[in-house]
């Protein structure tokens, strides 16, 4: 049984509701909706920490879904994982694949950043000043880029450039 089946709270159970009518109403192909399918399914499974059944989710979304703004937020999705995982490499590569196809994602952006401010901090815990600088310089460029498209969103992040002079 699809997970979607399975819902045990009312949220999950009226959006399930919601979003099979709108299936069933709007004129997509049977490829469309399949991987409507697997992307809602792979986002309740990421809700309730099972990340491996929603990476298996999310990877069958991608191999059905062709539209690119749609597929930004299966990447984005994705890198949420790795980052949860705390493989931030991966979860790079997911953001900026999502960024790829859609340039307006700015919790994209802000992920990147706060993985970019992350390094940073870590960099200057083990005294390397120089790559501590530049990655700040790159979190500081993808928040004020998530801040231009979000402006009343990222708060500590617009603190932490004001604070910092970046």
């Not at 099979?20 to 709007?26: F, G, Q, R, S, Y």
């Not at 999705?77 to 997911?94: D, P, Q, R, V, W």
């Not at 600088?133 to 990222?154: D, H, Q, S, V």
């Amino acid at each position: 049984m699809p997970r979607s089946q399975r819902n045990d709270n009312f949220i999950d159970k009226t959006f399930t509701v919601i979003a099979d009518i709108l299936l069933k109403v709007l004129p997509t192909t049977r490829n469309e909706k399949e991987a409507f399918i697997y992307y809602r399914d792979g986002m309740s499974a990421q809700a309730e920490g099972e990340y491996a059944e929603a990476l298996q989710n999310y990877y069958q979304a991608m191999r059905l879904e062709v539209d690119p703004y749609d597929r930004s937020y299966i990447f984005y999705n994705i890198g949420l994982i790795h980052t949860s995982n705390g493989e931030h490499t991966k979860a790079l590569e997911y953001y900026y694949q999502a960024l790829d196809r859609n340039p307006a994602l700015p919790q994209a952006l802000n992920n990147i950043a706060v993985i970019y401010h992350y390094r940073g901090e870590q960099a200057l815990e083990s005294g390397n000043i120089p790559d501590s600088e530049t990655l700040f310089g790159k979190a500081a460029e993808y928040w004020k880029e998530a801040i231009r498209l979000a402006p009343l969103n990222y708060s500590e992040a617009q603190n932490w450039l004001q604070t910092t002079g970046r």
